[in-house]
């Protein structure tokens, strides 16, 4: 076979194939043999079908398919063999001619290659970067303190109402008198959480509420939305308009949420029993995990600014535009030109970063090892955990967590360019100069904010 490649302009490469019989006939006869042996025909036993019916039938579909099986192998060892750093995939090109397959050799492919623009980024001790340290300080630790106490609280049951507290009651429709509606909508315990009441003047009904009072009120003006009122009222929402009167409501129970104290109770719960000893151990212990914690927040930081940093650094790059928006479309048949309109400077932004990346892993020796990626997983899994004020988890259970997220391939690209930053985070805050500055955690938040602003 012969193959020719033409790239004028550095990032639309032309590829030409040219195919003759003696690349792909070996491979059809192999494959014909195969379909003689499964073929069966009326009048013939199974694999005694003659070879002339199974090429007559079957003889241009298995070349076609034996071809395009060849064309890719080649493209894809020419573009290895030749260094060719190739977008995408490769797409049948507008200067194509017509192909009969069933004439004889020699065939001629042409293919457009979308070629990622040459560039170089380096990085020295000469490229500062900022690098944040988020101090722990009491107000963080006092903030983390009543986090743990909100999730360890318990429902009591009290006498009257006061904000956030949820009620219980006997919900009665009434007619335009004020008597219970015959035939009417009647609940028993009934739920409403006051404090979420978007009407204020309904909201205000249930103000100094105690046990046992009625209160009048209109659910159709408290809750405003359809979906939150028919869930209520327990009825469709086709039927709302019949129910927009009033309604008479007794309490029968208040509910309030109550933080847990600050004790030996918590502390167990919190780090498992007998970890830690008093608040002041506590206190220290939470300070400790934070600390840890933000190393992440801060390595997260200092990688999205080197990101912008080696951006500005390389400048502007020239991509093959029109070739890229074919494969996106392509790979996109479902979601039109509009889709592809709308993503594809966001698109061409993360390829120029996806590139970069890619000089830097390789001129630091970056290599990922199954190890690592099932290390991101704990990790993963550590941080979803401690969402839920859960931070003494057993390791079994991080390690079946985590051997449960690499089942899933769409959990594992995601875990490998996890463990990519982390490895090339590692490695670049030891090659740049950091420029270190320390920041509360609501200063490092407010980073983010700004820019999304």
């Known amino acids: 076979m012969k193959v020719t490649f033409e790239n004028p302009d550095k990032v639309n490469g032309l590829m030409t194939l040219t195919v003759e019989e003696a690349d792909y006939q070996a491979n059809v006869d192999k494959a014909l043999k195969n379909y003689r042996k499964k073929a069966q025909m009326p009048g013939f036993r199974p694999g005694m079908v003659p070879m002339s019916l199974i090429k007559r039938q079957y003889g241009t579909a298995v070349k076609v398919e034996e071809i395009n099986k060849l064309l890719g192998q080649e493209i894809y060892k020419y573009v290895n063999d030749n260094k060719i750093m190739m977008l995408g995939e490769p797409m049948p090109s507008d200067k194509q ?181 008093d608040e002041k151990e506590f206190r220290e212990k939470i300070a400790e995990g934070l600390k840890a914690q933000f190393v992440n927040d801060s390595d997260f930081r200092f990688i999205h600014d080197l990101r912008k940093y080696c951006e500005d650094k390389v400048g502007e790059l020239t991509f093959p535009d029109d070739l890229l928006k074919r494969i996106m479309k392509n790979n996109n048949k479902d979601k039109g030109e509009e889709y592809v309109d709308k993503n594809f400077a966001a698109s061409i932004k993360e390829l120029k970063w996806h590139l970069i990346k890619e000089q830097l892993v390789t001129a630091n020796g970056i290599k990922i090892e199954d190890a690592d990626v099932k290390e991101a997983a704990k990790e993963a899994a550590r941080a979803q955990f401690a969402q839920y004020g859960m931070n003494n988890v057993p390791e079994e259970y991080l390690e079946n967590y985590a051997q449960d997220m690499l089942k899933k391939k769409e959990y594992v690209d995601g875990l490998v360019d996890r463990s990519i930053d982390r490895k090339l985070t590692d490695a670049l805050k030891k090659v740049v100069t950091l420029n270190e500055k320390s920041a509360t955690l609501d200063e490092f938040n407010k980073l983010f904010e700004a820019e999304q602003a």
């Open 97 to 277: 001619t017509p192909v009969d397959v069933e004439g004889a050799a020699p065939y001629t492919f042409v293919f457009d290659i979308a070629v990622a623009p040459e560039f170089k980024i380096e990085l020295t001790d000469k490229d500062k970067i900022d690098y944040y340290n988020i101090t722990v300080d009491d107000e963080l630790v006092n903030r983390q303190v009543d986090m743990f106490a909100q999730r360890a609280g318990h429902n009591e049951k009290v006498e009257d109402y006061q904000e956030n507290d949820m009620i219980k009651g006997d919900l009665r429709e009434l007619d335009e008198n004020g008597s219970t509606k015959e035939g009417g909508i009647e609940l028993s315990e009934a739920t409403v959480m006051p404090t979420y009441i978007k009407d204020e003047e309904q909201k205000k009904l249930f103000e100094g509420a105690k046990l046992g009072d009625i209160i009048t009120f209109n659910p159709r003006k408290a809750y405003q939305s359809d979906a939150e009122l028919a869930s209520f009222l327990k009825v469709d929402k086709a039927n709302l308009g019949y129910h927009a009167g009033n309604f008479s409501y007794q309490i029968t129970e208040i509910s309030r949420y109550v933080k847990s104290e600050v004790n030996q109770s918590l502390f167990d719960q919190v780090y498992g029993e007998g970890t830690v000893k």
